[in-house]
């Protein structure tokens, strides 16, 4: 890309949120809810897990992607900090989850395929198969606002929708000095050129039941 075009992208990125510090403040909310859930009845529950699941999207859509715009892609990326060093694409989604506070198996996830992931995270599952990418935009907005895990043919991501828009969040190797962007579904991306997708809907209750206890999603049946 040419550098007046980086030039470009990096004055319109966000300001970066101060990253340990946002981290810090999840895992004290998570504790919080941890607490609440413990001495809670069944019903008082539900409720608790709704407005985790709330918080958490907030967080993660509005705060944690945000600060990642920017940080370049490369297929050995492994950095722990946005904007600084690279990221491939599993290690960028498994690093959202893990610092919005999930226990989950960072390494090992990320150099693993993603459909099974995606099955084993997701409360419900479609699969796409040489369908036009207008079809999976149409799905994401029939299901409603949320946070979304989609694996491709050699890349994965996550979907974003959010009041009624639908986003694509991804470390992106077709254009690799900018890396983590949001971008259209439709256009020239992986998503919109893959053949294969699955698409696994994130945040449901055993997720976010998960996440509130601080028990380890690699250990979950």
């Given at each position: ?140 907005q029939a ?37 983590v962007m ?35 999603l690699g250990?979950?049946?």
């Open positions: 890309m040419h550098p007046a075009a980086l030039l470009l992208v990096s004055s319109v990125l966000p300001a970066p949120t101060d990253y340990a510090a946002l981290k810090h403040s999840i895992e004290e909310k998570r504790l919080s809810f941890s607490v609440a859930y413990g001495m809670a009845d069944s019903a008082s529950r539900i409720a608790l897990i709704d407005s985790a699941r709330a918080y958490l999207f907030d967080r993660i859509t509005l705060d944690i992607l945000p600060s990642w715009y920017g940080t370049p892609w490369d297929f050995n990326g492994i950095t722990r900090t946005p904007r600084k060093g690279t990221i491939a694409c599993g290690y960028f989604v498994n690093t959202v989850l893990l610092d919005a506070g999930f226990r989950l198996p960072r390494i090992k996830w990320s150099q693993m395929a993603s459909e099974p992931i995606t099955v084993k995270l997701s409360h419900r599952v479609k699969r796409f198969r040489d369908r036009p990418v207008g079809e999976v935009s149409s799905y994401i299901q409603g606002d949320g946070l979304y895990k989609v694996g491709l043919d050699n890349h994965v991501g996550f979907i974003v929708a959010r009041n009624g828009v639908v986003r694509f969040v991804h470390s992106n190797y077709y254009q690799r000095e900018i890396g949001s971008e259209p579904l439709d256009g020239n991306n992986p998503l919109a050129n893959s053949h294969y997708r699955i698409v696994g809907s994130l945040l449901g209750d055993v997720m976010m039941t998960a996440w509130v206890e601080g028990r380890d250990a979950e049946p």
